[in-house]
């Protein structure tokens, strides 16, 4: 999985029927420190994630894999909302402190 | 497979309910010389590694049949912790 950054919601109308019902989000991907990267992916988003917040991206077959997203064509998807990160031993992301 | 070292930690507490009491671990992949490549995956632990532990992961869809009992949706997951790792030099 990778970490993420909530930058936006996708709006679409004209869209296949199994998408459909399915909160799709624009993600910028981001390091462990939360710094960004210059990648992004377009996630459906089964958890109720908002914009700002830092999130868990699975990819690939694994996406599909929720309750939520049997047979839905997606190949990224949201599964959890960050709390904190912690790289060897220091706390770089602390969702109640910002 | 391939191998990794854990780093670090990530906590979430809303999550996909098949992630439920799944631990995930920052970990990152390391080359045959446990030397680290730079490249930090969250990964899914089946085994309940430690920072600093050596590990062996799988990715893409076999990450998903990790657990005995469910699916869960990872695309990164340990599923095994190395005792020895045996190089012969030649």
Known sequence: ??????????????????????????????NPDIKPTSNYVVAVDSVGAGKGEIVLVVRGSSARQTQSMQNVPTDASIIAIVDSVELKGKILYNKAKG | MRLGKVVGKVW??????????????LMEVVDENQTGTGKILIAADTIGAGDGDL????????????????????????????????????
């Open chain 1, 1 to 30: 999985m990778e970490l993420g950054r909530v930058e936006g919601t996708i709006v679409s109308t004209a869209k296949v029927d199994r998408l459909h019902g399915q909160k799709l989000m624009l993600i910028n991907l981001v």
């Open chain 2, 12 to 25: 979430a507490t809303v999550k996909d309910p098949q992630l439920a009491a799944v631990k995930l671990a």
């Open chain 2, 55 to 90: 590990v062996f992961w799988v990715s893409g869809g076999e990450a998903v049949r990790a657990f005995p009992d469910k699916n869960i949706p990872s695309d990164v997951t340990i599923v095994g912790l190395v005792d020895h790792l045996n190089v012969s030099a030649s």
